[in-house]
């Protein structure tokens, strides 16, 4: 069956450290992955997805992942945090079209300033 | 992008009442879609709805319950029937990017909590 699972709900970092949250994924063919990110008051917006090619994919404000196809992971980064960064973040998983995305559970990041 | 508006944004309601959602985009789009967001919980897809036909639905989610209407290829309702405490949720309307890619663009979203 289709899943996506992240590892971590709740992240609380100080300022300028680095992030890395968990998302690995179960599909039976060709998969398109994506993070979104929730602040709060605000709409969900994507940070960056991966359809194809690269697999080390930059979005907006300073985010990269990393698809590694052997682990079934899209492991979402940032070298350095900000509190602006405080938000829930989403992994989320399609096929082809979006006909059917799968969101995983969401991370709360809470960053310290 | 896709710019979609939402209403109501929250509405507390009392058991046994319906509901309904409604969302407007502002650009034609062939598939519009309506998660579910619990408490603590993620987005959970509740059904596709595509102009001109009728809406499909996930696993444990009924026409019955959330029946859903989509006149034209920018607007669809939602509507939660015959509610209960256990639909308290956030509910979202989404379309998709219309560059196949599947990214997704979302409403604000309604907040339901029923008594």
């Known amino acids: 069956a289709q899943s996506v699972s992240q590892h971590n709900h709740h992240v609380i970092l100080s300022e300028a450290a680095s992030l890395e949250l968990g998302c690995n994924y179960s599909?039976?063919?060709?998969?398109?992955l994506f993070w979104y990110v929730q602040y709060p008051g605000q709409h969900l917006q994507l940070l960056l997805k991966?359809?194809?090619?690269?697999?080390l994919v930059k979005g907006i404000k300073g985010f990269e992942a990393e698809f590694i196809k052997s682990k079934f992971s899209f492991n979402l980064r940032k070298p350095s945090v900000q509190w602006s960064d405080t938000a829930e973040y989403f992994c989320a998983g399609g096929d082809t079209g979006g006909f059917k995305t799968i969101f995983g559970a969401g991370t709360r990041l809470f960053v310290k300033a | 992008s896709a710019v979609i508006s939402q209403k109501p944004s929250r509405d507390i309601c009392q058991r046994g009442t319906s509901l309904t959602i409604q969302c407007q985009v502002d650009?034609?789009?062939?598939?519009m879609f309506w998660y579910r967001q619990q408490p603590g919980q993620s987005l959970t897809l509740i059904a596709t709805a595509n102009q001109g036909s009728e809406a499909t639905y996930e696993s444990g989610f009924v026409i019955d319950k959330f029946p859903i209407s989509r006149p034209n290829l920018t607007f669809s309702t939602l509507t939660v029937s015959n509610m209960s405490p256990e639909d308290s949720s956030i509910y979202l309307c989404?379309?998709?990017?219309?560059?196949?890619?599947?990214?997704?663009?979302f409403g604000s979203g309604t907040q339901l909590s029923v008594l």
């Open positions: 650009s034609q789009v062939t598939m």
């Open positions: 991966y359809f194809s090619g690269d697999p």
């Open positions: 989404s379309v998709e990017a219309g560059d196949a890619g599947g990214k997704l663009f």
């Open positions: 599909y039976g063919g060709t998969v398109n």
